[in-house]
């Protein structure tokens, strides 16, 4: 059954009024109804099944010219929930900084600065396009989740994750070099488009920047330009990757040594025991062993070795390189966890709102479709934080997801009620209705 528009939660409804400058005004109805329809869809995420799931939508053919053919721009619609989300961390983060000076200790001199850390982290995303032979952008790309190749699209994402509240930045679209050349584009990296994002990025007022990134990112000019802007990094490092080591034989003291023949080198006791933090406050036990070296490329570091438990293979060892030299173990690894959060960001939009779902050509479209995904995604983040504020309980984006289509369906009832209480024919309801 179709959802009239008149049925639209108010919270929706102010939400989607903070994007108003992004659109002229015909542009706001096909606006609210991706939002809507993206929100209470429960099939997959076509704009035929879009269309269906909100009444008064316009056509299928409006919605497809909304998203590849309307004069409008994504990166202003992604600049615009950013500030809003700066604005409404802004009192918590000021909480965490009175709360760090309350539990100073009172010693003689200056006093150690507060901090609160806010976590950039980058990863990408494979989309899997089995039919979409005539789509823009398609290219060959490696999928950890089936790990193979795969014809598809390669989403670069950003998310930003600060006093326990999470915002993705806007979406990008890699593209192979052969297909730029095909297509007329510009080639850029996967590196080039995470430093530029580094470069560019505006954290919130008051907090110290920790870039997160795995391994596929460990590239020198990323490392330089996070350390450039004053921020902390952390990635992860492949095995094959060389540190510096002392060997009092070795000509200058030292030589360059391969992660997987240091690891190999480690007894048992040059591991600790630390608590890997995870989202609902608990966390499982690892063995962590850390120390302060070069990794080539990188410079000084702290590099980090992981594994679930002593007797573990070799080869599930987990190498990372931290810029934090100041840092244990314990807070390297809370640091390391927080990258975590963009995975689940990739399952929820795949899962929960279609990020993976589109079947439109341009690339344009694309990149505008999963910009208003990721659009939704943001709504659903603040009814999260909102309904754990209530209820003092962890709260996941799905539940926060069936609140606002549980919300909806009792303004449909309500306004069903109200047809009928005054007599409006039952055809012309399920005319309006029926998809």
């Known amino acids: 059954m179709r959802i009239p528009i008149v049925c639209v939660d108010e919270r929706v409804r102010q939400y989607a009024g903070v994007f108003w400058a992004c659109f002229t005004r015909p542009q706001r109805r096909h606006f609210v109804t991706m939002l809507v329809a993206l929100l209470l869809c429960h099939g997959p995420r076509t704009l035929s099944n879009l269309f269906r799931t909100v009444a008064g939508a316009g056509s299928v053919a409006s919605l497809s010219r909304f998203l590849a053919e309307a004069p409008w721009d994504a990166s202003s619609v992604a600049k615009t929930w950013f500030r809003r989300f700066r604005e409404q961390v802004t009192p918590q983060i000021a909480a965490l900084h009175a709360e760090q ?16 850390t806010g976590y950039l982290i980058g990863d990408d995303s494979t989309m899997h396009k089995r039919r979409g032979k005539k789509m823009e952008g398609l290219g060959k790309h490696y999928s950890t989740t089936e790990r193979r190749v795969l ?9 930003y994750v600060v006093a326990g509240r999470r915002c993705p930045l806007a979406p990008q679209l890699y593209r192979q070099k052969a297909v730029c050349e095909a297509e ?5 990296s996967k590196g080039d488009l995470m430093a530029e994002r580094i470069r560019t990025f505006e954290p919130a007022a008051d907090t110290h920047t920790h870039v997160l990134l795995d391994s596929w990112y460990s590239a020198k000019r990323i490392w330089s330009t996070a350390k450039a802007r004053g921020c902390s ?6 095995s094959n990757r060389l540190l510096r080591i002392a060997d009092a034989q070795a000509k200058d003291g030292w ?7 240091y690891a190999s080198k480690r007894s048992e006791s ?9 989202q609902d406050g608990a966390g499982r036990v690892v063995w962590v062993h850390t120390v302060t070296t070069t990794v080539r490329n990188l410079g000084r570091c702290q590099v980090i070795l992981v594994r679930d438990a002593l ?16 840092a244990d173990a314990a807070t390297l690894i809370r640091h390391l966890a927080v990258r975590w959060d963009i995975e689940v960001l990739f399952a929820d939009a795949k899962e929960l709102l279609g990020l993976d779902q589109y079947q439109v050509m341009s690339a344009t479209a694309i990149v505008r479709f999963w910009t208003l995904v990721l659009a939704a995604y943001v709504f659903l983040e603040e009814e999260r934080a909102r309904l754990a504020a209530t209820t003092q309980q962890h709260v996941t984006i799905g539940v926060a997801q ?15 009620r109200q047809q009928f209480q005054h007599q409006e024919a039952f055809a012309a309801i399920v005319r309006q209705l029926a998809a």
């Not at 539990?103 to 150690?112: D, S, V």
């Not at 014809?151 to 998310?159: D, K, N």
């Not at 007797?311 to 100041?326: G, Q, T």
């Open 233 to 238: 990094i952390s990635i992860g490092l492949k």
């Open 270 to 278: 040059d591991y600790q025991q630390v608590v890997w933090p995870n």
């Open 311 to 326: 007797d573990a293979p070799l080869k599930e060892v987990r190498f990372w390189a931290s810029s934090d030299l100041d």
């Open 101 to 116: 000076r309350a539990h100073r200790p009172l010693r003689r001199g200056r006093p150690k600065a507060t901090r609160v």
């Open 184 to 188: 007329g584009v510009v080639f850029a």
């Open 255 to 261: 030589r360059w040594q391969d992660l997987t023949t």
């Open 402 to 416: 069936r609140a606002i289509q549980r919300a909806h369906w009792v303004h449909l009832l309500n306004w069903l």
């Open 151 to 159: 014809t598809g699209h390669s989403l670069v994402q950003a998310l």
